[in-house]
């Protein structure tokens, strides 16, 4: 059975939902492994919604789905700032040693 276009929205939460997880569990690559799935998926979605529009009981769904990928997207991003402050002291090191 073919996808339907809310069902892209479905699973952009569910991986932006498995990012959170592995975020909490401190691991990056799989945080970076479900981005590259989000971004894909993004991309379909953008594709198909092109063509293709949501029934009004979708669209109320797509609401709250897209808030909770923004709730879970501010979580993440709040738990990799540490991650992120990190890597940026550690190219800055090494920044000094290439010149």
């Known amino acids: 059975m073919p996808l339907m276009l809310i069902d892209y929205y479905k699973a952009i939460e569910d991986s932006s939902l498995k990012m ?7 691991d990056w690559e799989q945080v970076v492994r479900f981005e590259g799935a989000c971004a894909v998926l ?18 109320t769904e797509k609401t709250r789905i897209m808030q909770r990928i923004l709730h879970n997207d501010a979580q993440i991003r709040y738990l990799a700032e540490p991650w992120l402050t990190h890597c940026e002291q550690n190219l800055d ?7």
């Open 20 to 26: 959170l997880n592995a975020a909490k569990d401190e």
């Open 42 to 59: 993004i991309e379909q979605l953008r594709v198909r919604g092109s063509n293709e529009q949501l029934l009004p009981e979708q669209r």
């Open 93 to 99: 090191g090494q920044r000094q040693f290439l010149h």
